[in-house]
């Protein structure tokens, strides 16, 4: 409606003479072109600074994350020192550590092989999961506390809800206090249909092979950093799910808290 607004020639008035109405005509619809022309001009520049404007805002809200960095560490030192902890020091993480989590989760990575492919390996390549991360107050350096995507393709975090989540994240995990005493919690989740599509009812059985992949990676990298984390399965879906405002084609699968042991 406001383009046929635009692209409508404006009447502009002739006055005709004996000798000149032809040429007063055309005149006037040269006139009429270029005015058309000048606002369809216009209308074009304002569609695409909107657009440009709105992905330079969607770009801005996004956290860019550093590189992932670990010590070198024999794998046997890393899977004897591995454990399950619930219970954390109020202590922040750093946040150069938070992006190598986050990485080792399930992060994009290339080989020579296959080339771009993930740290944990998924069947047919479809990827399922994505991780969210509930972020307490003073929790990570630098980071406001808050409910977060991480953007795998980007290596980036994405702002969800800017309020502290942990208290409700807890309830629905059973009560499980240790959930909102931990400075952070990754909750893995799976978009299924990703799989099952191809894969059909097997297809299921791999995401959850793919969930367990991922969450190993977790223990390895918070072990090697330094932290702590346990897996939690026991928690009602649909209060994860509420709490993390997720679509609804999202099921959640692991909530991991992590953060230095008492």
Same mark, same amino acid.
């Given at each position: ?17 004996? @000798?000149? /109405?032809? #040429?007063?005509? %055309? ?7 270029? %005015? ?13 600074? $909107? ?11 996004? %956290? /860019? ?5 670990? /010590? =070198? ?11 399950? &902890? ?14 190598? %989590?986050?990485?080792? !989760?399930?992060? #994009? ?7 771009? !492919? ?11 999961? =994505?991780?969210? $991360?509930?972020?307490g107050k003073d929790a990570v350096d630098g980071l ?15 702002? &969800?809800l800017e309020e502290d989540i942990r208290t409700e ?7 499980? @206090? ?8 990754l909750v893995i989740v799976a978009d299924f249909k990703? !799989?099952?599509?191809?894969?059909? =009812? ?7 092979? =793919? ?43 692991? &909530? ?7």
């Open positions: 409606m406001i383009l046929n607004v635009f692209f409508t020639p404006l009447e502009i008035p002739a006055v005709y003479g004996k @000798d000149d /109405k032809d #040429k007063v005509l %055309i005149s006037n619809g040269r006139r009429r072109i270029k %005015i058309s022309s000048f606002l369809a001009g216009v209308t074009l520049c304002v569609f695409i600074g $909107l657009t440009l404007s709105a992905y330079a805002n969607n770009s801005a809200m996004k %956290i /860019k994350l550093k590189p992932p960095h670990f /010590k =070198e560490e024999t794998l046997k030192s890393l899977l004897e020192r591995r454990l399950s &902890v619930r219970d954390f020091q109020d202590r922040a993480i750093p946040f150069n550590e938070l992006s190598s %989590i986050l990485w080792a !989760t399930c992060g #994009k990575k290339y080989d020579s092989v296959t080339g771009a !492919t993930r740290t944990a390996p998924s069947a047919g390549a479809a990827y399922p999961l =994505e991780l969210y $991360l509930a972020v406001r506390p808050g409910l977060y995507r991480y953007i795998i393709e980007e290596h980036a975090l994405e702002p &969800v994240l807890s309830r629905a995990c059973l009560g499980q @206090d240790f959930i909102r005493q931990a400075p952070i919690s990703r !799989t099952t599509q191809r894969y059909g =009812e097997r297809g299921e059985n791999y995401v959850y092979m =793919e969930a367990g992949h991922a969450s190993q990676n977790t223990y390895l990298a918070v072990t090697a950093l330094g932290l702590s984390t346990v897996e939690v399965g026991a928690f009602l879906n649909d209060r994860v799910s509420k709490a993390l405002s997720l679509d609804e084609k999202y099921i959640p699968l692991i &909530v991991m808290p992590i953060g230095y042991a008492k």
